[in-house]
């Protein structure tokens, strides 16, 4: 990993060089381990690590890709520090497990990867088809099509996975569904929770409503999501920010509110 500051000198190049190295050979250790473990296939990196877009401090998102049964008792026993989840405890869908750990003083988080699942999610999004799952801390909830999404993203570090582009079926299907999702939502705040001056209901609705927005826009231009972390500000609609940040009690500037929204999100 280099430091964006130490970039002047030879001193601080050899500094980033020596961090760069360490990196490669802490995730050479963990990938291996991982890849030993029964019925695992392949290992990835993800998040921001995988994009280039991490800073020092950030997690380490690795997946493990099965096929058949993976027994997480196995990952325990590597002995790392953390919380290993069973087989579906993170919902029961495509995002269906994993473990939170830390390793080498670093915190790593591992996500289970059914291939059978994520095959037939490929299949599926390549014939523009897709459903929604509810997620905790995605505040839109996931399209099964993330799992695709990470293929198309993420670094595969042992093993080998498909490398999707964007279908071309899924550009067209995914942005009716998610501005459709995003209309009732503040169809729904304004028919129901504005009228009652129903402030948090309504901020809630807003930033809802706004993720699938942004859901909508990159679907639209063909690019793949895998979190919500900075999907506003890549669909542009960090002005929701400020919407929200204005609200004030009473039905009319509720109203106001989730016009404003609309207009923001391009829902009117």
């Known amino acids: 990993m280099t430091d964006p500051h130490h970039h002047h000198g030879t001193a601080h190049g050899h500094e980033a060089d020596t961090d760069t190295d360490t990196d490669q050979a802490f995730l050479d250790l963990v990938a291996d381990r991982l890849a030993a473990l029964p019925a695992v296939c392949a290992v990835t990196l993800g998040g921001s690590r995988a994009t280039g877009t991490h800073t020092p401090d950030s997690d ?129 705040a304004r028919a129901n929770s504005a009228p009652r001056g129903a402030l948090t209901e309504v901020a809630g609705a807003l930033a809802t409503a706004a993720m699938q927005s942004a859901h909508a826009l990159l679907a639209a231009r063909g690019e793949w999501v895998t979190n919500e972390k900075r999907l506003l500000a890549r669909a542009g609609l960090r002005g929701i920010d400020e919407v929200i940040a204005g609200l004030r009690p009473g039905p009319e500037a509720l109203t106001r509110a989730i016009d404003r929204a609309e207009e923001l999100c391009g829902l009117r």
């Open 60 to 188: 380490w998102d690795l997946a493990l890709y099965y096929r058949g049964s993976f027994e997480p008792a196995v990952l325990r026993a590597l002995g790392w520090d953390g919380e290993v989840s069973e087989v579906g405890d993170w919902g029961g869908g495509v995002f269906n497990g994993g473990a939170w750990l830390t390793i080498e003083g670093r915190r790593v988080d591992v996500h289970y990867r059914d291939l059978d699942v994520v095959e037939h999610e490929l299949a599926e999004a390549e014939r523009g088809r897709f459903h929604w799952e509810p997620l905790m801390f995605h505040l839109a909830g996931i399209p099964s099509y993330l799992v695709v999404a990470e293929l198309g993203i993420n670094r595969v570090l042992r093993g080998s996975l498909p490398r999707p582009a964007y279908p071309a079926a899924l550009r067209e299907s995914a942005p009716a569904h998610w501005r459709g999702s995003a209309d009732m939502t503040l169809g729904y």
